[in-house]
C-alpha cells in the first residue's frame, strides 16, 4: 500500500505541480515519506497537506518538497545546507541528490528524531547539527543551500555562503501569501533572484518580523 500511495503522490501531486526532474521524483520514490512521519499521522504521509511535528512544526506538503528539490538543481556533487531538519525527510532527500548534507535544527526533540531516522536508513554523509539557525557560522561554502520554513523578512547571511554558481531555496513573507525563491550566486559579490511559486509555511524560529506600521 505505501508504494502505490506514494505513487499517487509523485504522479498526482509532485508531477502535477510542474516538477519534471526524473532525480527529484525518482528520488521521492525511494526515500519512504511514511518513515519520517510521526506513527499517530502515518495515514497522512502521502497526502498534499502538512503533518505536524513536534515543537509546532509541520512536515512540508509533498508538492512543496518536490518544488524546493528541483529548484536546487542538484547533481549529486553537491555539500548541501539545510536550515531546519524537521523530522528528516527533506534531509534524507538532499542526501540522495547530494554530495553531502549539513542540517540545523532548533528542536532537539527533532534533532533526536531525524536522527534516528536517518540512522535507521542507514544514510552517510549527513551532519545534524542542534542549534539556531541564527546564531550558526557556516563552516567553508555550499554548492546548495535549502531553507526549509520561511522568512518574514529576508535576511541575506545564507546566500554570502554560497560558492560561485551555488542556488538558495527560501520561502519570504507573512500568511496569507508567501513567495518561494531561488537565489544563486553569479559572482564574488553579485547575486540572481528568481520567483518560483506562491505557499505558506511555517516560519524560522526567531527570524526577524516586520516593523508594524503605526499611525
Known sequence: MPADAREQMIEHQVRAWDVLDERVLDTLRKVPREHFTPPQYRFMAYADAEVPLPGGQHMLRPSVVGRLLAALELTGRERVLEIGTGSGFITACLST?????????????????????????????????????????????????????????YDDRWQRSLSIGGRLFVVVGDAPVMEAKRIRRVAEDAWTEESLFETVIDPLAHAQRPVAFQF
Open 97 to 153: 541528490l547530494a554530495k553531502s548534507v549539513q542540517s540545523l535544527e532548533i528542536v532537539p526533540e527533532l534533532t533526536d528524531m531525524a536522527r534516528r531516522m536517518i540512522g535507521s536508513m542507514g544514510l552517510r554523509d549527513i551532519d545534524v547539527v542542534p542549534t539556531d539557525a541564527l546564531t550558526f557560522e557556516p563552516t567553508g561554502r555550499f554548492e546548495a543551500i535549502a531553507v526549509t520554513a520561511s522568512m518574514p523578512v
